[in-house]
Antibody, heavy 126, light 109 residues
Framework: EVQVVESGGGLVQPGRSLRLSCTGSGFTFGDYGMSWFRQAPGKGLELVGFIRNTAYGGTTQYAASLRGRFTISRDDSKNIAYLQMSSLKTEDTAVYYC?????????????????WGQGALVTVSS | FMLTQPRSVSESPGKTVTISCTRSSGDIATNYVQWFQQRPGSSPITLIYEDDQKPSGVPDRFSGSIGSASNSASLTISGLKTEDEAEYYCQSYDTNGVVFGGGTKLTVL
């Protein structure tokens, strides 16, 4: 069974950093892109960014508004994708979802996602 | 560009409902559209990708299409069930990034 599971959420002070992990199982992790989305309380969905699989260069794409503060990486030997968030702001408070991306473009924002995790709540507050 | 969805729709069980997603600029056919369902308190589920394709496990009651005349995508749900009550989001992209519609709350009453 395909599963993606987020971990690492919690309460963090403004200006601090936090790293989320996304562990995949039930599939060959290295064959897939992995993406991060977020949803602020009572709001809609927003793409954070995604990382391509090695065959597509392992490169990343980010939402323009988050580029520079958020970094996505992956460790295929551990079946984990990471979301490193820095200089956090109160408006970054959201549930962060990881999802598997079976199709991505070599460049640009073409992205198909299928399996989603249960989400990790990140609360940025003093 | 923006994707505009109706904020809410309602219909009775067994009926058919269509949710629209209108692209404000640029051709809707240029970049694929995805649709997601999110039940209250749950993670999103991918219903439709590449305008009209369904992942395995998505019932045939769900279908997607695009219409060049209206520059919009549509999600149609037939044979409505109470379990279809949820928020539905469309999503597309361009060279600048990914864009989501604001979501449509479907009430099945």
């Amino acid at each position: 069974e395909v599963q993606v599971v987020e971990s690492g959420g919690g309460l963090v002070q403004p200006g601090r950093s936090l790293r989320l992990s996304c562990t995949g199982s039930g599939f060959t992790f290295g064959d897939y892109g992995m993406s991060w989305f977020r949803q602020a309380p009572g709001k809609g969905l927003e793409l954070v960014g995604f990382i391509r699989n090695t065959a597509y260069g392992g490169t990343t794409q980010y939402a323009a508004s988050l580029r520079g503060r958020f970094t996505i990486s992956r460790d295929d030997s551990k079946n984990i994708a990471y979301l490193q968030m820095s200089s956090l702001k109160t408006e970054d408070t959201a549930v962060y979802y990881c999802s598997r991306a079976p199709r991505v473009g070599f460049s640009g924002y073409y992205l198909i996602v299928d399996h989603w995790g249960q989400g990790a709540l990140v609360t940025v507050s003093s | 560009f923006m994707l505009t969805q109706p904020r809410s729709v309602s219909e009775s069980p067994g009926k058919t409902v269509t949710i629209s997603c209108t692209r404000s600029s640029g051709d809707i056919a240029t970049n694929y559209v995805q649709w997601f369902q999110q039940r209250p308190g749950s993670s999103p589920i991918t219903l439709i990708y590449e305008d009209d394709q369904k992942p395995s496990g998505v019932p045939d009651r769900f279908s997607g299409s695009i219409g060049s005349a209206s520059n919009s995508a549509s999600l149609t749900i037939s044979g409505l069930k109470t379990e279809d009550e949820a928020e539905y989001y469309c999503q597309s992209y361009d060279t600048n990034g990914v864009v989501f519609g604001g979501g449509t709350k479907l009430t099945v009453l």
